[in-house]
C-alpha cells in the first residue's frame, strides 16, 4: 500500500506538523471515476492506522483524521477501491488546503 520511505515521513509528520499543516501531503489516493482525492499528510506512530488528510469530494474540502483501513475500504459506483495517484508531486499541505479551497 504505502512505501515504506513515504510511511516514515507521515509518522515523523504527526502531532505539530500535522495540526499546523506546516509538511506535505506525500501521497494522493483517488477514485479514478471521480473528483474525490484523499491526501495524506500524517500518520500517528501509536496507531498506523490513523491518518491525517484533506479529503476533496465534489467540490468541498475537509480536513480530518481518518482510518487507513477504512479508506481502504471505501469504493465507487463501480466497485473498486482507492488507488495511488503515481502522478501526483507532493504538496505543502496549508499550501494545497487554499489551492482547493479557491477552486471551489
Not at 515523523?12 to 489516493?29: H, I, L, P, Q, T
Not at 474525490?36 to 469530494?57: F, H, L, R, S
Not at 480530518?64 to 501526483?88: A, F, Q, V
Request: net charge negative; proline share 4%; with cysteine.
Amino acid at each position: 500500500m504505502l512505501n515504506p520511505q513515504v510511511k516514515e515521513i507521515l509518522l515523523k509528520n504527526w502531532g505539530e506538523k500535522a495540526d499546523s499543516m506546516n509538511c506535505y501531503c506525500e501521497v494522493k489516493f483517488i477514485d479514478p471515476l471521480s473528483s474525490w482525492a484523499c491526501y495524506i499528510y500524517a500518520m500517528n506512530p501509536k496507531d498506523e492506522d490513523e491518518i491525517a488528510c484533506m479529503v476533496y469530494d465534489h467540490g468541498e474540502v475537509e480536513v480530518c483524521d481518518w482510518s487507513m483501513k477504512e479508506l481502504m475500504l471505501t469504493y465507487n459506483r463501480e466497485g473498486e477501491y482507492p488507488e495511488i495517484d503515481h502522478e501526483y508531486r507532493r504538496k505543502r499541505a496549508s499550501e494545497l488546503f487554499k489551492k482547493l479551497n479557491e477552486e471551489i
